[in-house]
């Protein structure tokens, strides 16, 4: 029995229903900025969603929750569930419009097993600090999808589609999404840091990266415009580029000024990755990423990476104090250290960690980025080749970008 006020159900629940609001409306209604693909924008991202909660639930469960012959359930791993489905969300962002809903259940059914077997590596075995998943979520959900894009290459998409436009309506429904998650990402990024200066930290410098970032998009939207007016695939996308260039750092005391300067480089990098970047990798690469997510998880997933390792460098305890060995569990002694007791009267409570010094922790880092990337492009190009089979209902190129294929569409579709 738990204390009534210990219970997940107020510690966890809250979080776990500002991440259901990001999973269901807000990557709803962003996807839904096609003309003619509202419908599968949208009620694809709800079944693939679900879909994906459930499996996920099962293969963490397995990896990490399993004791006793049984996997033990909570809104823990809800939570951890819904960061997988947003892996395979992001990665959808990839080969939106180019995919049937049985392929999108296949890639979700293969994606899932893949992130948790990266997740047991880069928790279980290298132990890094990544609490707003850059790494871990962004970064692998990112090159998943470009390798599995990078398989199923439409050549024929490469100079447009007819129905590859948006329209007033849908770039409406579409910002409302950015504006859901551009809300509610301080909760994604501090729903697993530890409580109390770790997840305060999280949710400040969530919000001032964000603000950054948004900031930098208006002006940099208008900038680049020949005609200095701004662009809604800019608001939609790039504003939210601060939310995952803090991602790896965003507990760590980076300050205020730091994550409002990541805010505006990871905007940056986002905006001028889709100037310039996507159409190369388009025509040269035959990498056709549909929503840019090379640009708004990839670059400012590495960006926030090489974030996270300085503050790592960086840390110390003539900064942190004690609660250096609680952000980073894993530089505190090994247990039998004379060092780990003296910390403990500090702070009761403190577990023994693995005694790593702060080079030995950022080369893990960079070994978790390196390992996830290698297992998520493998992973998205094996993924891309089994969706290529031709009893998955692929719809052929001229009904890409379509509701009418998979939907019963209303009389006033064609207006």
């Not at 469960?61 to 951890?80: P, Q, R, S």
Request: proline share 4%; with cysteine.
């Amino acid at each position: 029995m738990t204390k009534p006020m210990e219970n997940a159900v107020y510690q966890d629940y809250p979080f776990f229903a500002d991440i259901q609001v990001m999973i269901f409306i807000g990557f709803g209604c962003l996807l839904s900025f096609f003309q003619r693909y509202g419908f599968g924008g949208m009620v694809f991202n709800f079944l693939t969603a679900t879909f994906a909660i459930q499996w996920a639930i099962l293969i963490q469960g397995f990896f990490h929750f399993y004791y006793d012959g049984k996997i033990h359930l909570g809104v823990l791993n809800l939570i951890n569930a819904e960061f997988a489905c947003a892996v395979v969300l992001i990665s959808f962002g990839a080969v939106l419009g180019k995919t049937s809903p049985v392929q999108l259940l296949v890639m979700a059914l293969l994606e899932v097993p893949v992130f948790g077997i990266a997740e047991w590596i880069v928790v279980k075995f290298l132990k890094i600090n990544d609490a707003g998943g850059s790494i871990l979520i962004h970064v692998f959900a990112c090159y998943f999808g470009l390798g599995a894009t990078f398989i199923l290459y439409r050549p024929r998409l490469n100079d447009g589609h007819s129905k590859e436009c948006t329209s007033y309506q849908s770039d409406i429904l579409s910002v409302l999404g950015t504006l859901f998650l551009w809300v509610f990402w301080p909760s994604f990024n501090c729903a697993l840091t530890l409580r109390g200066d770790d997840q305060h930290r999280a949710i400040l410098h969530t919000f001032i990266g964000l603000s950054a970032s948004t900031l930098t998009a208006f002006a940099l939207s208008a900038m680049l415009n020949k005609n200095g007016k701004l662009s809604m695939a800019d608001v939609q996308n790039v504003t939210l580029a601060g939310g995952v260039t803090v991602g790896a750092s965003v507990d760590m005391m980076i300050t205020p000024a730091a994550a409002y300067a990541l805010g505006m480089l990871g905007c940056t990098a986002c905006m001028l990755g889709y100037k310039y970047l996507s159409p190369f990798l388009a025509r040269r690469l035959h990498v056709q990423d549909q929503c840019g997510i090379h640009n708004l998880h990839g670059l400012t997933g590495l960006i926030s990476t090489a974030a996270a390792i300085c503050a790592i460098l960086w840390a110390s305890e003539e900064i942190y104090g004690p609660s250096l060995y609680e952000t980073f569990s894993y530089r505190a002694p090994q247990k039998g250290d004379p060092r780990l007791a003296e910390l403990q009267e500090l702070i009761p409570g403190l577990e023994a960690g693995l005694g790593r010094t702060a080079k030995e922790q950022a080369l893990y880092q960079l070994a978790a980025l390196g390992s996830t990337i290698a297992l998520a492009a493998v992973g998205g190009m094996l993924t891309g080749l089994l969706l290529k089979l031709p009893y998955l209902a692929s719809p052929p190129d001229e009904s890409c970008f379509d509701d009418e294929l998979f939907f019963n569409v209303p009389a006033d579709y064609n207006q």
